[in-house]
């Protein structure tokens, strides 16, 4: 399977490739990947601080049910 990759990644991929010496598909799955784990960083925190607000007394129950949702998290 071939996929697209949008032009500001392609266009950096180059740039780095170029620069480096390295092979474009080796640098593009290193940027990937570094955005993935960005990614599940900040979802990481997000649960955290999800849960720290959860047990706050001053919300109401199921007030953050709407974002648990949207993050596939149970509903409280």
């Known amino acids: 399977?071939?996929?697209q990759?949008?032009?500001e990644l392609e266009r950096r991929v180059a740039e780095v490739?170029?620069?480096t010496g390295r092979?474009?598909?080796d640098v593009a799955a290193?940027?990937?990947?570094?955005g993935v784990e960005r990614y599940n960083a900040k979802l990481a925190k997000l649960r955290t601080e999800l849960q720290r607000a959860d047990g706050n007394p001053d919300?109401?129950?199921g007030a953050f049910n709407r974002a648990r949702a949207r993050l596939g998290l149970p509903l409280r």
């Open 23 to 25: 092979e474009p598909d």
């Open 30 to 34: 290193e940027i990937l990947d570094a």
């Open 1 to 3: 399977m071939v996929l």
């Open 17 to 19: 490739a170029h620069a």
């Open 5 to 7: 990759m949008p032009a």
């Open 59 to 61: 919300a109401e129950p």
